[in-house]
């Protein structure tokens, strides 16, 4: 027998008010570590999303608007780029790379990003960091061969219409190695937004796309993007646009392109820099200059999402004082508690006392009575957060395709479950005062 | 030469407020090692409240009380607490069984608060309780008939080998047949621990069970007699 049997004799004595209140606490600790964990990992996947370039180049209203719809998706880029103004913006620049990028389809409700080779050579989804497969292989030129085609005649133009898929996309469609599919033209964004063919949307049925890869997560937009080679999304517009003019025509190739139908959306720079290193001295100038085409907008990644940061800082704070109301308001649920069992628990007081259990001793035993509820709710907080993570996790990816790790940090876990069980011996101060102020003789007097 | 007193009472007054008349008023009181008293009064002849004062429950407003030789209003705050818990022991008329504990923790209780060392706790207490017939020591007290809770109460009084016992109308709650059998366990029990017993009753059928008997009002110093209560402590 010891003070913790006596504590736990009292808490399964009134165990609808204990489970109550862990409840509560459970609650607000869950609450407080999702929001926590969301911010920072959102913070963290939101800064990750411009991996290593350092500008991107559009024709959007505005910089954040601009990393919002190039980098994390948010909806096709309204205004593109001919082929000719990207060479043009480009041409005599220190540049490490220009990647073009086209936006605008979409699979099952995930983006399409058609692009170049380059754009798993050069683009790293974070600084320093390579794409890697789960299973496949990445983008080719169109003269290189299809190692799984060896030793068959090749396919014309088959490089055009391979896809390469992000993990969350891969989750989200099925779709595995081998698959094909046909995309669609638009977004469901797109489509929300008043796209008149947002009813019917458009397939592109005449062109199959086959999966020749599957990526590793990279904690970034691109995980729900399916990634294919810019000619394909060259020639399936232009066939659309064709058909217009001549509904008899079966297909189309790169060499009926013409000059309006290769057309970008946006462009991925990172200017030359030291071999190791993310700072380049022609970045200042490079920016400056690309900023003078008054046809383009230009955005520095990092410095939009910072912006974004700021203007969302306010909810953020508010969130969070929400979070820690309702863990202060579970500590208050426990002195209510607490302080309520003390009429029904005088006798039982008395009697300790009786026994020779000091005043002192009494008071420790309601704090560390508090101090078990707070931890009892501590530990269920954590397992349900652990929960409540993968599911917002889950939403977030599939919503805004944000990708964050659905696991809660231990030393914030640990913080939060010691701020949990210190703010709940605090609430047990009271009712621990009032249980040591009890009057022996009076509480010993025969019921009725 | 006979061994010194268990309790020894000299000059004890007691009141409500500073103004108030004397609720006790008592010139003296000895009970030797081993001796049973019952100490008979009508009701509000301040009968518990001298209980509590032996305790140490209640501040006497003048006089002293010996307990095993120590004089125990001059003991304060934790040190009051551990000597009651290791010379006196209490049994109330409503057993006063702690709700959630069962018969042998509601005994191991007691010894928490005792020097005897925790490992011999729950063998003690289980001894005890077999020593006084009680079979069922892990069921909770409102699952034992009424004179088996008794039984428990006794058992928890005696735990730690008090010098004394005090026992505040331990068959008030008994029909006669039950209240003869509760006293004798009572008695039986403080003998065989050669613990003494004061005992309050108002039953005056009491009396022929006890070598000495007190009247409470037989023995006031005089002044006005008042309906008892409890002491501010």
């Known amino acids: ?448 | 030469m006979s061994p010194p007193p268990v309790l020894t009472i000299s000059n004890l007054r007691a009141r409500f407020t500073p103004s108030g008349p004397w609720i006790v008023d008592l010139p003296e009181l000895s009970l030797a090692q081993g001796e049973q008293v019952l100490l008979t009064g009508g009701s509000g002849t301040g009968k518990s409240t001298l209980l509590h004062l032996i305790a140490g429950l209640l501040d006497p407003a003048e006089g002293r009380i010996n307990i095993a030789g120590r004089h125990i209003h001059a003991l304060r705050g934790p040190a009051r607490d551990h000597f009651r818990g290791r010379h006196i022991g209490m049994i109330f008329q409503t057993f006063n069984l702690l709700a959630g504990f069962s018969a042998l923790e509601n005994v191991m209780v007691a010894l928490m608060f005792s020097d005897i060392p925790r490992a011999e706790h729950a063998d003690r207490a289980a001894k005890l309780l077999a020593a006084l017939g009680i079979e069922r020591q892990d069921a909770p007290p409102e699952e034992l008939s009424v004179g088996q809770q008794q039984r428990v109460a006794v058992a928890r009084a005696l735990a730690c080998g008090p010098e004394l016992v005090l026992a505040d109308e331990p068959t008030a709650s008994l029909d006669p047949e039950n209240a003869a059998a509760a006293i004798d366990l009572i008695q039986s029990a403080c003998r065989s621990q050669n613990a003494a017993l004061l005992c309050v009753s108002h039953d005056p059928s009491m009396q022929s069970r006890f070598q000495r008997t007190l009247n409470l009002k037989d023995l006031r110093r005089g002044g006005p007699l008042v309906p008892s209560g409890f002491l501010a402590q």
């Open chain 1, 1 to 448: 027998m010891t003070d913790l049997t006596i504590i736990l004799r009292s808490l399964r004595v009134r165990l609808f008010s204990t489970a109550t209140t862990v409840l509560s606490v459970a609650v607000a600790v869950a609450l407080l570590l999702v929001l926590l964990l969301m911010r920072d990992a959102s913070h963290q996947a939101f800064a990750r999303g411009g991996g290593n370039m350092h500008l991107l180049v559009s024709r959007d209203s505005s910089p954040l608007v601009s990393v919002l719809n190039g980098i994390f998706y948010a909806n096709p880029p309204p205004r593109p780029i001919t082929w000719a103004e990207y060479e043009r913006i480009t041409g005599n620049l220190p540049l490490e790379y220009a990647i073009p990028t086209q936006q605008g389809d979409s699979y099952l409700g995930q983006p399409v990003l058609a692009t170049l080779p380059n754009f798993f050579t050069e683009f790293q989804p974070g600084e320093g960091e390579q794409w890697q497969l789960a299973s496949g292989r990445f983008l080719r030129g169109p003269t290189d061969p299809a190692p799984e085609d060896a030793g068959n005649p090749p396919i014309p133009e088959a490089h055009a219409f391979e896809v390469v898929v992000g993990a969350a996309a891969a989750k989200a469609t099925g779709l595995r190695l081998g698959d094909t599919l046909h995309l669609t033209h638009g977004t469901s964004q797109s489509r929300q937004l008043g796209d008149p063919n947002a009813m019917q949307p458009h397939v592109h049925r005449e062109f199959t796309y086959r999966v020749v890869g599957v990526l590793k997560p990279t904690g970034t937009p691109h995980d729900r993007a399916l990634i294919t080679h810019l000619d394909g999304g060259w020639i399936i517009h232009a066939h659309d646009r064709r058909k217009i003019d001549d509904p008899s025509i079966k297909t189309t190739m790169m060499a009926d392109l013409l000059e309006r139908d290769k057309l970008i959306t946006g462009i991925y720079v990172r200017v030359l820099t030291r071999r190791g290193s993310d700072v380049s001295a022609s970045l200042p100038p490079v920016f400056a200059k690309l900023r003078s085409d008054p046809s383009i907008t230009v955005a520095q990644p990092l410095q939009q999402m910072n912006t974004l940061f700021r203007i969302i800082g306010n909810v953020d704070w508010i969130l969070r004082a929400m979070a820690v109301v309702v863990l202060v308001s579970s500590g208050v649920g426990i002195m209510l508690a607490l302080y309520n069992s003390m009429t029904e628990r005088r006798r039982q007081i008395a009697v300790l006392r009786v026994l020779g259990c000091t005043q002192g001793r009494i008071f420790s035993l309601v704090v560390t009575e508090a101090a078990m509820i707070g931890l009892a709710g501590a530990i269920a907080g954590i397992l349900l957060a652990l929960v409540g993570v993968q599911v917002v996790a889950q939403i977030l990816r599939q919503e805004i395709g944000l990708s964050i790790p659905p696991a809660l940090a231990p030393e914030l876990v640990l913080s939060v479950g010691i701020g949990a069980v210190l703010l709940a011996a605090l609430a047990g101060v009271i009712p621990a005062l009032l249980a040591y102020r009890t009057p022996v003789a009076n509480n010993l007097k025969p019921i009725g």
